[in-house]
Nanobody, 123 residues
Framework: QVQLVESGGGLVQAGGSLRLSCAAS????????MGWFRQAPGKEREFVAG???????NYADSVRGRFTCSRDNAKKTAFLQMNSLQPEDTAVYYC?????????????????WGQGTRVTVSS
C-alpha cells in the first residue's frame, strides 16, 4: 500500500511560481512511475507531468517549458516546479503513482492517489 500526500499549493499571481511536493510512504517508491494530474472545475482530470524511476520526465504540451517534474527516491518525494503560472493553470493538483516503471498518462493507469492540493492563479 502506498499513501501520497501533496503540499505546496496556494494562491499566486499570474507569472508567479509554486513548487508542489508529494511525499510517499511504502518501500517501493523507487520502482513506481510518479505522475501529476490536475482537475479544474467542470473539467476532466488531465495529465500534467510524470517522472520515471530514473528521473526522466515527460510533460503535457500545455505545461512543457514552464513546469519541471522531478523526484528524490531517497526521500520518497516527487516534485512539480511550476513557473510562469497562468490563470488557466488554476486547478486541484494531484500526484499519483502506478505499480509499473513505464510511463502512464491516463488516470486509469495509476493505482494510488493523493488528496490533492489547490492551486489558484489570479490575473
Amino acid at each position: 500500500q502506498v499513501q501520497l500526500v501533496e503540499s505546496g499549493g496556494g494562491l499566486v499571481q499570474a507569472g508567479g511560481s509554486l513548487r508542489l511536493s508529494c511525499a510517499a510512504s511504502g518501500r517501493t517508491f523507487g520502482n513506481y512511475f510518479m505522475g501529476w494530474f490536475r482537475q479544474a472545475p467542470g473539467k476532466e482530470r488531465e495529465f500534467v507531468a510524470g517522472v520515471n524511476w530514473r528521473g526522466t520526465p515527460n510533460y503535457a504540451d500545455s505545461v512543457r517549458g514552464r513546469f519541471t517534474c522531478s523526484r528524490d527516491n531517497a526521500k520518497k518525494t516527487a516534485f512539480l516546479q511550476m513557473n510562469s503560472l497562468q490563470p488557466e493553470d488554476t486547478a486541484v493538483y494531484y500526484c499519483a503513482s502506478r505499480k509499473l516503471m513505464a510511463l502512464g498518462s491516463k488516470p486509469t493507469e495509476f493505482d494510488y492517489w493523493g488528496q490533492g492540493t489547490r492551486v489558484t492563479v489570479s490575473s
